[in-house]
């Protein structure tokens, strides 16, 4: 695993590279989902991060699985007016703004607590419409759903069966805080 740090319009973001897996066309459709999740950025969020000895890095037992349950947060800062507008946990799966606060979600195929009982169109029919379940609440920044929504149904099939390949992991994700609701 690789890390490097990026600047975008004066903004800097620790990027995470994953090692390499098969995932050209004619591989499996989950090593496809594999190599799409790496380069869609899926695990910068996804997957919390600890402080190591050279910096962030992703907590390996909990690949894609979302906020830690056990990480209550402290009520989000307030940036003001701007032009600061939003704010991130340093574990990069809390985020706070103008919508409140949002948790990253689970991703692994635990049945309880992540998308273990989603079926392959529940999981098409979300990022389609941008909303949990295809149908429920409206998925908050970060989650750049609009984007992923362009998605083949073929690639957003192969991010699926790669999702249900990964260890499942017990985690309930907090649900988002409301702008105007205290933190918890």
């Known amino acids: 695993m690789k890390q490097g740090i990026w600047l975008l319009m004066g903004t800097t973001f620790l990027i995470t590279v994953f090692p390499a897996t098969a995932a050209?066309?004619?591989?499996g459709k989950a090593e496809r989902g594999a190599y799409l999740v790496r380069i869609g950025g899926?695990?910068?969020?996804?997957?919390p991060l600890q402080m190591g000895p050279e910096g962030p890095e992703p907590v390996k037992t909990?690949?894609?699985?979302?906020?830690?349950?056990?990480?209550?947060?402290?009520?989000?800062?307030?940036?003001?007016?701007g032009p600061w507008v939003w704010a991130g946990a340093g574990s990069m799966t809390?985020?706070?703004?103008?919508?409140?606060?949002?948790?990253?979600?689970?991703?692994?195929?635990?049945?309880?607590?992540g998308l273990g009982s989603w079926t392959e169109t529940t999981f098409i029919q979300a990022l389609r419409n941008c909303r949990i379940g295809g149908t429920g609440r409206k998925?908050?920044?970060?989650?750049?759903?609009e984007g992923i929504a362009g998605a083949t149904d073929d690639d957003l099939k192969a991010i699926f069966a790669y999702l249900k390949s990964i260890p499942s992991v017990k985690n309930k994700?907090?649900?988002p805080i409301e702008p105007s609701q205290p933190a918890k």
């Open 24 to 27: 050209g066309p004619g591989k």
């Open 42 to 47: 899926c695990n910068d969020c996804h997957t």
């Open 62 to 81: 909990k690949l894609l699985s979302g906020h830690p349950e056990a990480m209550k947060m402290p009520p989000a800062p307030n940036l003001g007016q």
């Open 94 to 113: 809390a985020f706070s703004g103008p919508w409140g606060v949002s948790f990253s979600a689970n991703l692994t195929p635990d049945k309880e607590t």
């Open 139 to 145: 998925m908050l920044p970060p989650m750049p759903c």
């Open 173 to 175: 994700v907090p649900a």
